[in-house]
T-cell receptor, first 113, second 116 residues
Framework: DVKVTQSSRYLVKRTGEKVFLECVQD?????MFWYRQDPGLGLRLIYF???????EKGDIPEGYSVSREKKERFSLILESASTNQTSMYLC????????????FGPGTRLTVT | AQSVTQLGSHVSVSEGALVLLRCNYS??????LFWYVQYPNQGLQLLLK??????LVKGINGFEAEFKKSETSFHLTKPSAHMSDAAEYFC??????????????FGKGITLSVRP
């Protein structure tokens, strides 16, 4: 069964802290994605990766970075958290470039105070 | 550029009534279209998808959607709503950005409430 896990369901951090959100998939998928979800705005793509050590900016990359050192793991990094980064963060993966179905993790609700 | 529009943010129906959630798309290439559902406190789950072929697509939990090119629409329907259908629904379109590389662009989502 397909599984995408995220390191935390809920996270509270202070302004200025460095924050790591971890995502792991066990399906040997090539592509991984990070989205943020905000009420009334839907899902917005932050970064994605189509191979180990490869990354592409999504629609809202400012204030974020990512790391993909292993195929199964994709990390989202907030270098200096700000209150406007309080949001739900969703990780997803898909098998290949030609496979458009994405499998999602349960999400991490991050609050920055 | 490819995009989807979901009009309205909330739909409320009675249990047993028809569910109709609207999605219109904009795409300069033949679109690949998707509906995802998000139950409370969970990630998104694929309901159904249209890539090529039959324009009426059936998905899980009794949902279906019809691709209508002339109307640039991909509306989601279910003949009879169940209480368990209460969730947020997202329409999405494939976006081709370079060569064979693609990603999904999501609509803003619609919250479905089901009244007893």
């Amino acid at each position: 069964d397909v599984k995408v896990t995220q390191s935390s369901r809920y996270l509270v951090k202070r302004t200025g802290e460095k924050v790591f959100l971890e995502c792991v998939q066990d399906m040997d998928h090539e592509n991984m994605f990070w989205y943020r979800q905000d009420p009334g705005l839907g899902l917005r793509l932050i970064y994605f990766s189509y191979d180990v050590k490869m990354k592409e900016k999504g629609d809202i990359p400012e204030g974020y970075s990512v790391s993909r050192e292993k195929k199964e793991r994709f990390s989202l990094i907030l270098e200096s958290a700000s209150t406007n980064q309080t949001s739900m963060y969703l990780c997803a993966s898909s098998l290949s470039l030609l496979s458009y179905e994405q499998y999602f993790g349960p999400g991490t609700r991050l609050t920055v105070t | 550029a490819q995009s989807v529009t979901q009009l309205g943010s909330h739909v409320s129906v009675s249990e047993g009534a028809l569910v109709l959630l609207r999605c219109n798309y904009s795409s300069s290439v033949p679109p690949y279209l998707f509906w995802y559902v998000q139950y409370p406190n969970q990630g998104l789950q694929l309901l159904l998808k249209y890539t090529t072929g039959a324009t009426l697509v059936k998905g899980i939990n009794g949902f279906e959607a019809e691709f209508k090119k002339s109307e640039t629409s991909f509306h989601l329907t279910k003949p009879s709503a169940h209480m368990s259908d209460a969730a947020e629904y997202f329409c999405a379109v494939r976006v081709v950005y370079t060569g064979a590389n693609s990603k999904l662009t999501f609509g803003k989502g619609i919250t479905l409430s089901v009244r007893p």
